[in-house]
């Protein structure tokens, strides 16, 4: 059985930076693509980085320079480095798992959500 689970979130001021992890179970980073996404109430999923199996990295327009998402093969676990945080970065976040190279808006497989605030 797969799972996806998110640490690391929190209240933070702006500015100030936070490490989410996504510790995942159950599959291989070696074959599966993990993105983040977020989600404010009554606003659209957000898909803001991806990681494919093969170590290839992208970012939403919002978040490049900022954050960083990097990944351990052998500990099963993708992080998300937020530097430069913004309230407008307050959202629940969500891991996500892809077969294969992709990074999609739909993913198989989903975390439970760490919610992440921006506030001072």
């Known amino acids: 059985q797969s799972q996806l689970v998110e640490s690391g979130g929190g209240l933070v001021q702006p500015g100030g930076s936070l490490r989410l992890s996504c510790e995942v179970s159950?599959?291989?980073?070696?074959?599966?693509?993990i993105g983040w996404f977020r989600q404010v109430p009554g606003k659209e999923r957000e898909g803001i980085s991806c990681i494919t199996s093969s170590g290839r990295a992208n970012y939403v327009d919002s978040v490049k320079g900022r954050f960083t998402i990097s990944k351990d093969n052998a500990k099963s676990t993708v992080y998300l480095q937020m530097n430069s945080l913004e309230p407008e970065d307050t959202a629940i976040y969500y891991c996500?798992?892809?077969?294969?190279?992709?990074?999609?808006?739909?993913?198989?497989?989903w975390g439970q959500g760490t919610q992440v605030t921006v506030s001072s």
């Open positions: 159950g599959i291989s980073l070696n074959y599966y693509s």
């Open positions: 996500t798992a892809e077969w294969d190279n992709r990074c999609s808006s739909s993913p198989e497989y």
